[in-house]
């Protein structure tokens, strides 16, 4: 399992980059970089990741076991000034 | 009897969790088992000896030997951990044999990922890591002629920065489009790049290593890359930390999707009694969630004294990180916190951002350097998200500010009124956070 989840880690992260750094290049009229990978990460994967809503993205990258689903302490609300 | 406290690792996680343990029970035996021939020294400090900022290597180093066995650590050097068995709570250490534990806490740290290219077994590429060796190879740096860099992030960052300092041709080989292409944005990245021109760094972009290429006495004469050969006398290899967690992984104890080992809030493992710290393990960021692998020593060093602590019966906690970085990059400094545009395109987020360009003191006093800014923010709630920042000076401190500000959850609008401090020696009239912070509102109200 931990190998898989690796495998799709190194390999998501690497499309999205690489699909991110021609989004931004186009941005600030860069040259735009090449594309490279297989059909499956570069059609297919990386558009409907795309896709997908933030609300069901973040569920899904979420249910990847890891550190982040252990317990951790929940975030104090700021409570404005100490007086 | 002394409970017995076992740590594998002699870097700043290692160290912090040896102190950490101590401090909660001085009774405590505390043993740390390192590989190398030292401990206590700044390893991120080894690119700016090569660059002749710091004149030796001596001043790396923070304590003597001697001050861990005043403080009651014994600390076993160039010793080898062969074996972790987590039931028996013993380790096999090379050379000595079984050695039992109370609580064990694994500080391995990192190794460079492999370029996985031919030519990687050739004399002439250097990997950054241990002070010994980085003294060896500051010798040879005085014949070298031409370096080859391998990627841009932040170790390819400095040591490009240094060998050019050094007066050494230098070329950056990276497959990105731009310096630290996993975490800087283009606009932030085009300064650095600019400098590098002016200080005759050649930088190689979406450019792939294809090999290393040696020469009849097994020394690497360049390299053979996506975009032609680079001849060089030396390579350095500065290839993403990938978690030194062999040892560990082979003990059964888990890993996350970084390949590092996964831990609660108490750095604790899935396995009895072990604790992890530094860049072994995988923290979660907060924003998003996702966990992360390879931080700083700062980290490292407070993650060991939070592992060490509850290894100790303490009961302290480890808090989601939001990461803010900052180095010396040609003649900048960079910096940012969280999300920058790149990662949150990446990630697909939705965001505003906010961008300024401003100034360091007052423009009429000497010394003044350029401060970019860029902003983002959650559209709607306007809540910060991340910071990009270049600059002169002032860069570390803003984004600290920027960390906290993320953290608590400040919107534009708080920092788009922010009070600043106005002296002409050390600040300007305008804050170039405030500035971008009313850009990035600006830019919300039209809906960008």
């Known amino acids: 399992m931990a190998r898989f989840t690796t495998w799709l880690r190194v390999n998501s992260q690497h499309y999205l980059l690489q699909d991110a750094h021609v989004r931004m290049a186009r941005k600030c009229g860069y040259p735009t970089p090449p594309v490279r990978g297989s059909i499956f990460w570069t059609k297919i994967f990386v558009p409907v990741y795309r896709l997908m809503p933030w609300a069901l993205r973040r569920p899904i990258m979420r249910a990847i076991p890891g550190s982040h689903r252990k317990r951790w302490p929940i975030q104090m609300q700021p409570e404005g000034p100490a007086i | ?448």
């Open chain 2, 1 to 448: 009897m002394a409970q017995r406290i076992v740590v594998i690792g002699g870097g700043g996680g290692g160290l912090g969790a040896a102190g950490g343990a101590k401090a909660v029970d001085p009774g405590a035996s505390v043993t740390v088992f390192t590989e190398f021939e030292d401990v206590a020294y700044s390893p991120c400090g080894i690119p700016f000896v090569h660059g002749k900022e710091i004149p030796s290597f001596e001043a790396l180093f923070l304590a003597d030997k001697q001050a861990y066995v005043d403080a009651g650590i014994d600390i076993r050097y160039n010793t080898r951990v062969a074996s972790i068995n987590t039931s028996a709570k013993t380790i096999e250490v090379e050379g000595t044999g079984t050695v039992p534990y109370d609580s064990l806490v694994i500080a391995t740290g990192f190794v460079y990922a492999d370029p996985g290219v031919p030519g990687a077994d050739l004399d002439g590429l250097y990997y950054v890591k241990n002070i010994r060796s980085a003294m060896e190879w500051d010798k040879r740096l005085d014949s070298v002629k031409k370096a080859v860099v391998l990627e841009a992030g932040p170790l390819g960052i400095e040591m490009a920065t240094a060998l050019a300092h050094r007066g050494i041709e230098t070329h950056i080989v990276d497959p990105n489009p731009w310096v630290l292409g996993e975490l800087c944005d283009p606009d932030i990245a085009e300064l650095v790049q600019e400098s590098w021109n002016e200080m005759g760094v050649q930088m190689h972009w979406n450019t792939k290593l294809n090999a290393f290429l040696g020469d009849d006495k097994g020394s690497v004469r360049g390299v053979d890359t996506s975009a032609g050969v680079i001849d060089c006398d030396l390579v350095v290899v500065a290839t993403h930390k990938e978690p030194n967690s062999a040892l560990a992984v082979a003990a059964g104890i888990k890993t996350g999707s970084t390949g590092g080992l996964i831990v609660d809030s108490s750095m604790h493992t899935s396995a009895p009694q072990v604790w992890a710290c530094g860049d072994v393990c995988e923290l979660p960021h907060q924003l998003g969630g996702l966990p992360l692998q390879g931080l700083t020593g700062s980290h490292a060093y407070a993650q060991g004294k939070v592992a060490g602590a509850n290894s100790a019966g303490g009961n302290r906690e480890y808090q989601p990180v939001y990461v803010p970085w900052g180095m010396v990059a040609g003649k900048w400094m960079i910096g940012g916190v969280a999300l920058g545009e790149t990662a949150a395109t990446a990630l697909g987020m939705p965001y505003v951002v906010g961008a300024a360009d401003g100034i360091s003191r007052a423009r009429y006093y000497p010394g003044v350097k350029k401060v970019r800014v860029k902003l983002l923010a959650e559209p709607g709630s306007l809540r910060l998200i991340g910071a990009q920042l270049a600059g002169g000076e002032g860069i570390k401190e803003r984004a600290d500010f920027l960390g906290v500000a993320v953290k608590k959850g400040l919107t534009l609008r708080d920092l788009a009124t922010m009070e600043n401090v106005y002296s002409p020696p050390i600040g300007a009239l305008n804050e170039p956070i405030a500035v971008a912070a009313q850009n990035a509102l600006a830019a919300a109200a039209k809906g960008k």
